[in-house]
C-alpha cells in the first residue's frame, strides 16, 4: 500500500535521533506532510529540523489538544511514535514510568480508537544481560528482565500490548545500538561512533572500556551496531505494509566488537589504530551488556528483504559525509 500524499503522518520524537532520520527518510521518498511531535527545551537537537520538510510543530505535552480536536484525526493515517527519553542511565523511574510507558499508551489505544497505523520504539535493551538470548518469539518477552529502569520501561509497553493482544494491530521495533548522522545533540548517549570521531581528531586515540569477564579480552565485547538509514528503512517498510505487525527486532543479526567499530573509525579517518582500555565505572559495571545480537528471522518471515549496510561501510558514510562536514553534517 503507498503512503496517501493527502493525509498527515505524526513522528513524535521528530527532532531527536530516529525520529529526524524518520522524517528525513519520508521527505526521501516523496511525502512531507509529517507532524513532527516533540520538545526542544535547551538541546541542540531543533538543528535535526532545519533541512527537513514537514507541516507542522507540535510540543509534545500539547499534543493531546491537537488530538482531540473535532476532525483532526481525519487527516491523519498513521502514528510513528520515536519519542522517549532514552537515557540509559536516568534513575528518575517515576518520570520514565510516565514518559515512555503511560505516554505510548495513550498515544497507542488513540491510534487504535482511530484506525491508524501505529508503529512504536521499543528496545533492544529490554533483553537485560541477554541470558536468555535475543528471540523477539512474543512468548519470550514476558520473562525478560532489563537491566535498568529505561529498558524496563520499554517492556512494560510491550508487556501491556501482548496482554491486550494487540501485537496483531501495530508494528513495535525493538531498537538494538543504533548509530548516524542526527545524533549530536544527545551528549553522553551519543553512539561511540560520534564519540570516537571527537575523540581520535583531537588526540589520535580512542579509549574504550576494560572488560570484567575473563570469556572477552579488552574491547572484545560486541554489540549489534545497526545504521540508522537501515532503521528508518524498515520503518517506511512497515508503513508501506500495514497488514505486517507484531515486536521485531531491529539489528543487523552479527554482533560486532568495540574493537571492530575502532578499527572501522580510524581507517575511516585515515590513522593509524590507536586503542587505549580505561577501567569502566563501578556503577554500571553490573548492569554492562557483554553481548547484543538481535534475531532477525521474524521481521525477514515477514518480508523485509533489504539487506543492512556492514559497520565498515555505515561507519564510512557517517565519518566521510556527516562527521567531517562541520558546516553542514546532518541528514
Same mark, same amino acid.
Given at each position: 500500500?503507498?503512503?496517501?500524499?493527502?493525509?498527515?503522518?505524526?513522528?513524535?520524537?521528530?527532532?531527536?535521533?530516529?525520529?529526524?532520520?524518520?522524517?528525513?527518510?519520508? &521527505?526521501? +521518498?516523496?511525502?512531507?506532510?509529517?507532524?513532527? !511531535?516533540? $520538545?526542544? *527545551?535547551?538541546?541542540?537537537k531543533?538543528?535535526?529540523?532545519?533541512?527537513?520538510?514537514?507541516?507542522?510543530?507540535?510540543?509534545?505535552?500539547?499534543?493531546?489538544?491537537?488530538? @482531540?480536536?473535532?476532525?483532526? $484525526?481525519?487527516?491523519?493515517?498513521?502514528? +510513528?511514535?520515536?519519542?522517549?527519553?532514552? $537515557?540509559?542511565?536516568?534513575?528518575?523511574?517515576?518520570?520514565?514510568? *510516565?514518559n515512555?510507558?503511560? %505516554?505510548?499508551?495513550?498515544?497507542?489505544?488513540?491510534?487504535?480508537?482511530?484506525?491508524?497505523?501505529?508503529?512504536?520504539a521499543?528496545?533492544?535493551?529490554?533483553?537485560?544481560?541477554?541470558?536468555?538470548?535475543?528471540?523477539?518469539? @512474543?512468548?519470550?518477552?514476558?520473562?525478560?528482565?532489563?537491566?535498568?529502569?529505561?529498558?524496563?520501561?520499554?517492556?512494560?509497553?510491550?508487556?501491556?500490548?501482548?496482554?491486550?493482544?494487540?501485537? #496483531?494491530?501495530?508494528?513495535? +521495533?525493538?531498537?538494538?545500538?543504533?548509530?548516524?548522522? &542526527?545524533?549530536?545533540?544527545?551528549?553522553?548517549?551519543?553512539? !561511540?561512533?560520534?564519540?570516537?570521531?571527537?575523540?581520535?581528531?583531537?588526540?589520535?586515540?580512542?579509549k574504550l572500556?576494560?572488560?570484567?569477564?575473563?570469556?572477552?579480552?579488552?574491547?572484545?565485547?560486541?554489540?549489534?551496531? !545497526? %545504521?540508522?538509514?537501515?532503521?528508518?528503512?524498515?520503518?517506511?517498510?512497515?508503513? *508501506?505494509?500495514?497488514? !505486517?505487525?507484531? +515486536?521485531?527486532?531491529?539489528?543487523?543479526?552479527?554482533?560486532?566488537?568495540?574493537?571492530?567499530? $575502532?578499527?572501522?573509525?580510524?581507517?575511516?579517518?585515515?590513522?593509524?589504530?590507536?586503542?587505549?582500555?580505561?577501567?569502566?565505572?563501578?556503577?554500571?559495571?553490573?548492569?554492562?551488556?557483554?553481548?547484543?545480537?538481535?534475531?532477525?528471522?521474524k521481521?525477514?518471515?515477514?518480508?523485509?528483504?533489504?539487506?543492512?549496510?556492514?559497520? *565498515?561501510?555505515?561507519?564510512?558514510? %557517517?565519518? #566521510?559525509?556527516?562527521?567531517?562536514?562541520? @558546516? &553542514?553534517?546532518?541528514?
Open positions: 500500500m503507498a503512503i496517501q500524499k493527502s493525509k498527515a503522518i505524526i513522528v513524535t520524537g521528530g527532532a531527536g535521533f530516529i525520529g529526524s532520520a524518520m522524517v528525513w527518510k519520508l &521527505n526521501q +521518498i516523496g511525502f512531507d506532510r509529517i507532524i513532527v !511531535v516533540d $520538545a526542544l *527545551e535547551q538541546s541542540d531543533w538543528k535535526n529540523l532545519r533541512q527537513l520538510r514537514f507541516d507542522d510543530f507540535i510540543h509534545k505535552d500539547k499534543l493531546w489538544e491537537k488530538l @482531540d480536536q473535532r476532525g483532526f $484525526a481525519a487527516s491523519v493515517q498513521a502514528v +510513528i511514535h520515536m519519542g522517549a527519553c532514552s $537515557a540509559t542511565t536516568e534513575r528518575n523511574a517515576d518520570y520514565l514510568y *510516565e515512555n510507558f503511560r %505516554y505510548s499508551q495513550r498515544l497507542g489505544q488513540w491510534s487504535l480508537t482511530q484506525r491508524k497505523r501505529f508503529i512504536y521499543s528496545s533492544g535493551a529490554t533483553y537485560g544481560n541477554g541470558s536468555q538470548g535475543f528471540s523477539d518469539n @512474543d512468548k519470550i518477552s514476558p520473562t525478560l528482565l532489563p537491566l535498568n529502569m529505561y529498558g524496563y520501561s520499554k517492556q512494560l509497553f510491550d508487556l501491556w500490548v501482548l496482554r491486550q493482544n494487540l501485537q #496483531k494491530k501495530m508494528a513495535g +521495533i525493538k531498537f538494538f545500538n543504533v548509530y548516524g548522522p &542526527n545524533e549530536y545533540h544527545k551528549e553522553d548517549m551519543m553512539s !561511540v561512533v560520534c564519540k570516537a570521531y571527537d575523540q581520535i581528531k583531537r588526540t589520535g586515540t580512542l572500556f576494560k572488560s570484567y569477564k575473563t570469556e572477552y579480552v579488552d574491547g572484545d565485547q560486541k554489540r549489534d551496531f !545497526v %545504521y540508522v538509514k537501515d532503521t528508518v528503512a524498515v520503518m517506511a517498510w512497515l508503513l *508501506e505494509h500495514p497488514k !505486517v505487525n507484531g +515486536i521485531f527486532n531491529l539489528g543487523t543479526g552479527k554482533a560486532r566488537t568495540w574493537n571492530d567499530l $575502532a578499527r572501522a573509525t580510524f581507517s575511516a579517518l585515515d590513522q593509524p589504530l590507536n586503542i587505549q582500555y580505561i577501567p569502566m565505572p563501578e556503577d554500571i559495571r553490573d548492569r554492562y551488556q557483554y553481548f547484543t545480537q538481535a534475531e532477525t528471522d521481521l525477514r518471515r515477514a518480508g523485509y528483504k533489504a539487506a543492512f549496510t556492514s559497520l *565498515e561501510d555505515g561507519v564510512r558514510d %557517517y565519518v #566521510k559525509n556527516y562527521l567531517s562536514k562541520e @558546516d &553542514n553534517p546532518y541528514l
